[in-house]
């Protein structure tokens, strides 16, 4: 699953784009980090495991009108498309590529880590092993343009779609 800062960063630029919808942001920034707060990350990814988000599951229990949830679903469907979109392997050097991406990403795009996570957030200096400055950008861009209303429609009309692994 993507770092906390990586979600922080996706929901940051979603907020920015979509200032027509009236989140409630410190709603929507609780239901993003949610998912990972937890000791069992598969209960609250709706999967065996929590690399292995499914919406279907989560839409079939919640529905996304309101702003914790809303936020709550974007961090599944970060961490849905990140697996079946953007990495194609997870290995351990991807938490220190996290730590390392940490402080770039939270000065990029201005994120303000809640204090919930402050203890759970690692600053580290090195190369990136797995992950690439490129393929982040890319990602947080793509993903915080995305219409969640339409894509929970499309889940629950098409679950099979969303469901690879």
Do not use: C
Not at 85 to 107: A, E, G, Q, W
Not at 119 to 128: A, I, P, Q, R, Y
Not at 137 to 156: C, G, H, L, Q, T
């Amino acid at each position: 699953m993507p770092g906390y800062v990586i979600h922080l960063a996706v929901a940051k630029e979603y907020l920015k784009k979509s200032k027509n919808r009236n989140e409630n942001e410190e709603e929507f920034i609780n239901g993003v980090i949610f998912p990972d707060s937890v000791k069992d990350k598969a209960i609250t990814h709706y999967g065996e495991k929590s690399s292995k988000s499914n919406l279907y599951e989560f839409l079939k229990d919640k529905n996304v009108n309101n702003s914790f949830n809303r936020g709550y679903f974007l961090h599944l469907l970060t961490d849905y498309l990140f697996y079946n979109k953007y990495v194609d392997r997870m290995t351990k050097d991807m938490y220190n590529d996290y730590d390392i991406t940490n402080k770039k990403l939270i000065d990029k795009y201005n994120v303000e880590l809640p204090n919930e996570i402050k203890g759970s957030v690692f600053f580290k200096e090195g190369d990136l092993q797995i992950l690439s400055y490129d393929l982040l950008y890319k990602m947080i861009d793509e993903i915080s343009n995305m219409d969640i209303d339409k894509i929970a429609k499309d889940v629950i009309k098409n679950p099979e779609k969303w469901t690879k692994f």
